[in-house]
């Protein structure tokens, strides 16, 4: 049998989860596909989809949204939804669930994984949750994976999956979701401090929404930007900055804990 993932990671804690779960996993292969450079595959080999992404304001991200929007429509199609969240995970697989089920997948499994911080706004704050998650939350990551794991012996069998029905805590559905524009907003305008910046191109080949371009020092276009922190979590030389944030809170790549953490 074969699987896949599709995957958004902003700063890397998701992917990271991602390859986890490919090779904990035993009774599937499973590829890993990067919505954000890779396109849209064809889904006829595979038997299982998971979609994967981080918790943005409580909700999944704008861009995961418009890819599951322009894959082809499926008929009960087995899949997984997977989230990662540095606060709280909000509503995020309640919506996930309510995008992947339009689309004619059925949902068998799901998971949030609480891991560190890597909204800067939060880090400079001193929430930073670096060792997340805890030893219980990994117990809880790794038997979601046994799950898994177990109901693809029974598809191999060829038995019959239910779906699965989403619950999420009553704090977290109690937690509104926040629109795009707000986290735009939140983020507020970008500079550059041309000192710093050495015109490397970075932050325009790692933005999401194509919302930079080098003229030679990046500009920023605020009509396509959503606020998620990539340029400046990435920049190499911390030479982009707000009114609010400046070399403070970066957060590049997971952190050591957890990549020990992940490691198999």
Known sequence: MKGIIYYYSGSGNTKLACQYIVKKIK???????????????????YNLVGFATFADFFGPPYLVQTFIENLPQQKDKLAFVFNTYGGMSGKTLKIFDKWVTAKGFKIIAYHSLHTPENYPPMIAKGRSNKQAPSKKEMNEFNNFISDLDRLLILLKKGKEIPKKKIKIGLLDSLIPTFSRTKARKDMGEKYVDEQLCTECGKCEKICPYEAIKLSPSP??????????????????????????????????????????????
Do not use: S
């Open 219 to 264: 500009t920023f276009n605020m009509n396509k930007c959503y606020g998620c922190w990539a340029c400046y979590n990435h920049c190499p030389d911390k030479a982009i900055y707000t009114k609010k944030y400046r070399g403070i809170g970066h957060y590049p790549e997971p952190h050591k804990q957890l990549k020990e953490k992940l490691k198999v």
């Open 27 to 45: 009774n599937i292969e499973i590829d890993i596909f990067n919505i954000v450079k890779d396109g849209i595959p064809n889904l006829e080999k």
